[in-house]
C-alpha cells in the first residue's frame, strides 16, 4: 500500500509542475500579477510531493521491501544499513528520483531566494524549471518507475552492486547531482532572459552565486569520483578518460567558463551573448551527461538498464531542449543582447579568451566521447578513441589558457597597456621560474622536461595570484590588515586559483614520476619500490557482512624504519558472486604507497601490484581548494539581495577615507 | 576601409587562422589515438592492423589459461565461436577475468600470430557481455565466412 501512495506523489507533482509550468508563464508574458503568483506556491508544493515520494523509497529499503521491484533488484537483507539508504539512488530508477527531488530543491531555494529579482523575471525562471521537472517526472513514471511491484516478491533481494558498496559512494552521486541539476537554474535563468529580451546587471548579479554553486557541486562530485576511482577500482588510475567521467567533466569546463564570463556581464555589462550560450550549452550537457550514463549507450558500472525505450525518451529530451533553447537564442539572442566596450589589450579579453579556450577543450572532449557512438549507431566500425589522445589535446589547449590566465589576473578592465603588463610581470615569471628549478631539483630522479614545463605553469599561476595580493594590498597604510579585508569575490578567485594549480602540480608529478609494479610474491618475499620496501608478511581470510575476504598484510619500511602496515584485501560478494579488490594505501602529503592483491599464483603467491604515487592527494586537495575559493566567492557582499548590498553601500560611503 | 571595420577585419583573420590551425591539430592528434576493434574471425583473416594497436575481443576458451611459472605472463585463446586468436599478457588481470567470460584485449599483433595485450578488459558484472564480444559472436553465428564484424 505504501509504495502505491509513492507512486501516487509521484503523479501529483507532474501535475502540478505541468501548472507550474504554464501559468506562471502566461501571467508573466501577459502581466496578470496573480497568475505569477502561483509560481512560489506550486514550486514548494512539488518538493514537497517529492519529497514524500523520496522517503516512501527510503521506507521500502530500509523494511526490505522485495514486493517493490527496485528493491528487490538493489538491496538484500544482508546489505549494512548504510548502504541499505544509498542503494536509494544506487541504481537507474532512485537516482531518477533524486535528480528530480534536487530540481525541485533547486526551484523552491530560488523561491527563497528570488527577493533581489523583478516579480515577472522569477516567476519565468521557476516556469521554465517548471517545464524541466516535467520531462524528468514523466520520464520517470512512463519509462522507470521506481515504484512498480514485483509479484510474486521474492524472499531476498539481488544486492548492491559491490562496486557501489563504499562511502565515498554514497555522497558521490547525491554532491554530482547536485551540481547537475543545480545547471537547471542558470539555464531557466538565460530562457527567461531570453523572453524577456535583456538582461539587467541586477539580474546578472542575482544569478552568480547560482552559477559558482553548482561548480561548486560539480567539482567536489568530479574529484569524490577520482578519489573513488583511485582506491576502490584497485589499480591506482583517477582518472580514465571515460565517457562517464568526461560526461560529468564537459559541464565541468563550460560551468568555469560561465562563471567567469557572467563576472564580466555583471560588472562591466559585456558578453552578454556567450554568457546567455554558455550558461544554455552547460545545462544541454548536463542532460546529455545525464543521456550517456543512464542510458545503456555506455556500458559502465553506471549505466543500469539497456532499455532502448529511456534512452530514446532521454534523446527527445535532449533534442527538445537543445533545439528549442537554440531557436529561441537565434530569434531573441543577437538583437537584445550588445553592450559594453572595451579595448583589444583588458581583462575582458583575456577572460573572453580563457572562456573561449574551456568551450574549446570542452568540444575535444565532446569529440572523443560522442564520435566512437556516433560511428557505432551509424554501423560504420567500432572503434575507441584512447587516453593519449585527450592527454595530448587538453593539455595542448590548457597551456595557453594557464599562459593567459596569469595575465588576465594582472591586467585592468576596460584597457591596459602592453608596456605596464610586461614590466608589471616580471616579478611573478622570475618567481615561477625560481620556484620550478627549486621543485624540480627538490623531486630528483630523471629529468623531464613535460614534467618542468607542467609545474612551470603551475608556478605561474600561484605568481601571479599572489603578487596579484601584493598589489591589492599595496600601498596601504596596514598591508596585513587589508588582507583580511579585500572583496571576499577576490579572494575566492584567488584560492580557487591556488586550488587550480594545485591540481595541475598533483597531476603532472603524478603522471610523470610515478612508479608502477606488478610482482609475483609469496609470504617473506619484499620489493623495493621508489626508495620503500614492500614486506609480504602472510594472509588471513575473514567473513564479512556479505562478502568473504582474503586479506593480505604488508609491512611498509624505508631505510629499514617501520612505517606502516597495509591491508589490501580481495572480496568475494556473496550474492552476486562478483570479486572485488581492496586497495592498502598509505596517504601521505607527498606521497602514497599503494598496493593491492592480483591473483593468487602457484604455490602461496600472490600477483601483486604496487605503485608509489606522488603528490596525488594534490589532485583532490586542489579541487577542494577550489570548491573552497568559489564557497567564499559566493558570499562576497556585492551578490548578495539589493537591500543588503545598500546598507553595505551606505556603510561603506560613511566609513571613505579621506 | 574605416579602422574599425579594419580591427574587425584581422581579429575574424586572426580568429579563423586559430581555428583551422587548433582544428588540424586536433584532428591529426584524434586519428592517430582511434583504436578499431576487430573479431577473432577477422584477425585470422588478416584485416587487422599490423603494427598499430588495435581491440580484439571474444570468449576466454575453457580451458585455455595458461600461465608461465615463475613470472606474470598469461596465455589464453579467446574465440568468436568460430575462430580462435591466443593472446599473451603479462601483468594483472582484472577482478572478472575468468575461463567462458568475454573480454576485451588492447594491443598489437606479433608476427608469429599471437596478440600481444597491454591491457585486458573484463567488466563490471559477470553477466556482462561487452557489446563488441556480443555482436562479434553474432557475427560469426550468422556467417561462417569470416568478416569483420559490424
Redesign the interface.
Known sequence: MIPELGHFMLSLALSVACVQAVVPLIGAIRGHSNWIALATPTARIQFFLLLAAFIILTHAFLTNDFSVAYVAQNSNTALPLAYRLSAVWGAHEGSLLLWVLILSGWTYAVTIFDEGLPPRFSALVISVLGAVSIGFLSFMLFTSNPFNRLIPAVADGGDLNPLLQDPGLIIHPPILYLGYVGSSVAFAFAIAALIQGRITAQAARWIRPWAIATWIFLTLGIALGSWWAYYELGWGGWWFWDPVENASFMPWLLGTALIHSLAVTEKRGAFKNWTVLLALATFALSLLGTFLVRSGVLTSVHAFATDPGRGIFILALLGTVIGGSLILYAWRGPSTFAGGNYEPISREVFLLLNSSLLAVATATVLLGTLYPLALEALGLGKISVGPPYFNVVFSAVMLPLIAILGIGQFSRWKSDSPQRLVQRLAYPFSAAVAATAIMMIMLGGQKVIAAGVGIGFAMWVIATTLFGIRERCHGRRHPWFIIFNLPRAFVGQCIAHIGFACTIIGVVVTSFYSIDEHQRLAPGDSAEIGGYEFLFVGLRTYTGPNYQSTEGNFELRRDGRFITTLKPEKRLYHVRNMPMTEAGIAPGFTRDLYVSLGEPLEGNAWSVRMHFKPFVRWIWLGALLMACGGFIAMFDTRLRSPKAVRTVAIIKASNVDP | MTPKRK?RLVTAALILTGGTV?AA??LT??E??????YSPSAVIAGEAPTGR?F?VGGLVVNGSVK?I????TVEFTISDTVHEVTVEY????P??FREGQGIVAHGKSRSDGIFEASEVLA????N?M???VA?ALAAAKSNTTPE???
Open positions: 580591427k587548433a591539430l586536433i592528434a584524434f592517430k589515438n582511434l583504436m578499431y576493434f594497436k581491440r600461465r611459472p615463475r613470472s606474470l603479462e601483468g594483472i588481470l577482478d572478472l567488466k563490471h558484472d559477470e556482462y561487452p557489446p563488441e555482436s569483420r564484424s559490424q
